[in-house]
């Protein structure tokens, strides 16, 4: 005969099992709120850098770091601060995603607190270009660091932290060629985010060169178009996309039956 324990500690256990799946289950929709909240501001924040702008001038400055002289610049520290302390607190796969995250999520803040130069010829102080060039080196640390994370999302729990002896190895883990671990293969839902998460890493890199070159053109030849802010806009909006599908917001075409909110 069963001793009386047995029928006692059963429903506890059930009860344990169930309160930690709702834990769980909570957990997974916090950190799918967090990637929504990142891939919006990401994806909405030159729009409304534009559209905000508008609405007391005509004009469009020459970049995104310009809209700190505008009205909107109260609008981009916040949304600039907002984006590096939800990366700060975001814990990702392992060290290097966490090294990544935390990266970026400093950059970030570190681009809203450091005022940029402005776009007028005006004399410096030697602090003042000290702070502007810290603004500008933040701003290239960090999106640098968001277009590796948004390759490095095409990673699984089954994948081991070390990708194996060799250079090319660690090239291809870092460009989010890893191959797959032991555990479960990725299902065709995994690997059409993969494509989409590899699509905005390689055009951040190249948008990031683009606005690179087109800092360096002068301005009478871009005949009055901000290229420099198209650019960063795309940069951005690349970054934005991919926390968007990484939070499921955006769910690719047939993928509806086998998507994997922890994949």
């Not at 270009?129 to 080196?137: C, E, G, K, P």
């Not at 090239?171 to 905005?200: L, S």
Request: charged share 15%; hydrophobic share 50%; proline share 7%.
């Amino acid at each position: 005969m069963p001793a009386p324990q047995q029928f006692i500690a059963r429903p506890v256990q059930e009860l344990l099992g169930t309160e930690r799946e709702a834990a769980e289950s909570q957990l997974l929709k916090g950190y799918m709120s967090l990637r929504r909240m990142v891939g919006w501001i990401g994806t909405l924040l030159p729009a409304t850098l534009i559209a905000g702008n508008t609405i007391f001038t005509r004009t469009l400055p020459d970049s995104m770091s310009d809209y700190y002289y505008t009205h909107m610049r109260n609008i981009l520290i916040a949304a600039l601060s907002a984006l590096g302390i939800f990366l700060i607190c975001y814990a990702g796969y392992d060290a290097w995603d966490r090294w990544l995250t935390n990266i970026s999520g400093f950059g970030l803040i570190g681009v809203a607190l450091c005022v940029p130069s402005p776009d007028t010829p005006v004399r410096l102080s030697t602090v003042q270009r000290v702070v502007a060039d810290l603004h500008f080196a933040c701003a290239t640390v960090a999106l640098v660091a968001l277009a590796f994370m948004a390759l490095r999302f095409t990673r699984t729990y089954s994948m081991p932290d070390s990708p194996g002896p060799g250079v090319m190895n660690w090239v291809r883990a870092a460009f989010g060629f890893a191959p797959d671990g032991p555990g479960e293969p990725r299902t065709p839902a995994k690997r059409r985010r993969d494509r989409v998460y590899r699509v905005c890493g390689f055009a951040m890199f190249g948008t990031m060169a683009l606005a690179g070159l087109a800092n360096i053109v002068p301005a009478s030849a871009q005949h009055g178009i901000p290229f420099l802010f198209v650019f960063e806009a795309l940069t951005v909006i690349g970054f934005g996309v991919a926390w968007l599908v990484k939070g499921q917001t955006m769910v690719l075409p047939a993928a509806l039956k086998d998507q994997q909110p922890g994949a």
